[in-house]
Antibody, heavy 128, light 107 residues
Framework: QVQLVESGGGVVQPGKSLRLSCAAS????????IHWVRQAPGKGLEWVAV????????KYAAFAKDRFTISRDNSKDTVFLQMSGLRDEDTAVYYC?????????????????????WGQGTLVTVSS | DIQMTQSPSSVSASVGDRVTITCRAS??????LVWYQQKPGEAPKLLIY???TLQSGVPSRFSASGSGTDFTLTISSLQPDDFATYYC??????????FGQGTRVEI
């Protein structure tokens, strides 16, 4: 079955960096885009970033641009989120989620932003 | 950015009740609308995409409709397992892909 497992969360001081991982299994990882979505404690959902199936493109929310970097290693079925310059307001549970659209093998690819499978999340706490 | 506004923010209901949640987009998004269910301490779960298409495995008591800017999610007969928070999200075109603020369905 499809599984996404996040790791790497923890307590970090403001201004520091952290790298999250999302390990996938149960599907052909290399043909799906993957997103990160976060949720601050007691708050709603907020899209963070997406990476294309082959890692060729990335898109970011405005708050993540220039501070966060999404990447992937298709040989290890893993997506990463490198976060730097962390702020108090980055405190949240970070989920990785699969995009419903798979690459068909021909033509251009664009994610549909329908998140059909989610990991359990990893908590990032930014605090001094 | 497209803003998504849900109403109500919370609804109190009983088992067997019909519950309707609305979601409004700040600009037209055709049928690029997605609904998720989230229970406390769990990840969100995809319920409906393309405004009205039920994700595989989702009970038929869930239905949704709408196009353009106004959308609804309906639970025809509320079951104990349905008490949760529901989020809409636009999937239109380019990011950022934004969510509504959520609607909590409680007893």
């Amino acid at each position: 079955q499809v599984q996404l497992v996040e790791s790497g969360g923890g307590v970090v001081q403001p201004g520091k960096s952290l790298r999250l991982s999302c390990a996938a299994s149960g599907f052909t990882f290399s043909i799906y885009g993957i997103h990160w979505v976060r949720q601050a404690p007691g708050k709603g959902l907020e899209w963070v970033a997406v990476i294309w199936y082959d890692g060729s493109k990335e898109k970011y929310a405005a708050f993540a641009k220039d501070r966060f970097t999404i990447s992937r290693d298709n040989s290890k079925d893993t997506v990463f989120l490198q976060m730097s310059g962390l702020r108090d307001e980055d405190t949240a549970v970070y989920y990785c989620a699969r995009d419903r659209r798979q690459y068909s093998g021909s033509g251009p690819y664009y994610p549909v932003a329908i998140f059909d499978y989610w990991g359990q999340g990893t908590l990032v706490t930014v605090s001094s | 950015d497209i803003q998504m506004t849900q109403s109500p923010s919370s609804v109190s209901a009983s088992v067997g009740d019909r519950v309707t949640i609305t979601c409004r987009a700040s600009q037209g998004i055709n049928d690029w609308l997605v609904w998720y269910q989230q229970k406390p301490g769990e990840a969100p779960k995809l319920l409906i995409y393309s405004a009205s298409t039920l994700q595989s495995g989702v009970p038929s008591r869930f239905s949704a409709s709408g196009s353009g800017t106004d959308f609804t999610l309906t639970i025809s007969s509320l079951q104990p397992d349905d008490f949760a928070t529901y989020y809409c999200q636009h999937a239109n075109g380019f990011p950022p892909w934004t969510f509504g603020q959520g609607t909590r369905v409680e007893i």
